[in-house]
T-cell receptor
């Protein structure tokens, strides 16, 4: 596709269940970010992948959160034992980091609701 | 040192007025300063960006002013319109070496008709 694709667009889950959120970045983009955005709030950085380097996990709020990026392309954000405070929009972005223009292209997000 | 501080948190402007959003940074290695615009239900999208070799960049009604010595940059929206109502994020990054982009906390702009 032409842009960053995230799935599902909406997810409602019961407290305590695990969820997986998927991000398909723009082809060829070496950098991939996950952010969390609570209602009306700013972008909370979660994790950053850059090529084959070790990911920057400094933003993950707890060990219930993890992310993988397979083959330098698709990424999955997993939240285990979901809590109500995990309810938010999860945004993925990719960037051609090694080029002069380091614009980040965002997906539409996955709205997660934990009930 | 990696933070980008953005203000105000929210802003209400009359139609036709000037909206001004300010950002400040510490890391002098930053060399790319984009602004992103986010409408409800959408992901942020690049609006305008500047590099520190110029002090101002203008695209239509949107202008970035950059003060390298003060380590500050600002977004000015001239003749603000209700359609400009959105959340605006400033950001900073280093264009080489795989450094991640750092975002400000965002400013919610509401333009009154």
């Amino acid at each position: 596709g032409a842009g960053v694709s995230q799935s599902p667009s909406n997810k409602v889950t019961e407290k305590g269940k695990d969820v997986e959120l998927r991000c398909d970045p723009i082809s060829g983009h070496t950098a991939l970010y996950w952010y969390r955005q609570s209602l009306g709030q700013g972008l909370e950085f979660l994790i950053y992948f850059q090529g084959n380097s070790a990911p920057d996990k400094s933003g993950l709020p707890s060990d219930r959160f993890s992310a993988e990026r397979t083959g330098g392309s698709v990424s999955t954000l997993t939240i285990q034992r979901t809590q109500q405070e995990d309810s938010a929009v999860y945004l993925c972005a990719s960037s051609p980091q090694y080029e002069v223009n380091t614009e980040a292209f965002f997906g539409q997000g996955t709205r997660l609701t934990v009930v | 040192q990696q933070q980008v501080k953005q203000s105000p948190q929210s802003l209400i402007v009359q139609k036709g007025g000037i909206s001004i959003i300010n950002c400040a940074y510490e890391n002098t290695a930053f060399d790319y300063f984009p602004w992103y615009q986010q409408f409800p239900g959408k992901g942020p999208a690049l609006l305008i960006a500047i590099r520190p070799d110029v002090s101002e960049k203008k695209e239509g009604r949107f202008t970035i002013s950059f003060n390298k010595s003060a380590k500050q940059f600002s977004l000015h929206i001239m003749d603000s319109q209700p359609g400009d109502s959105a959340t605006y994020f400033c950001a900073a990054s280093i264009s080489s070496g795989g450094f991640k982009t750092i975002f400000g906390a965002g400013t919610r702009l509401f333009v009154k008709a």
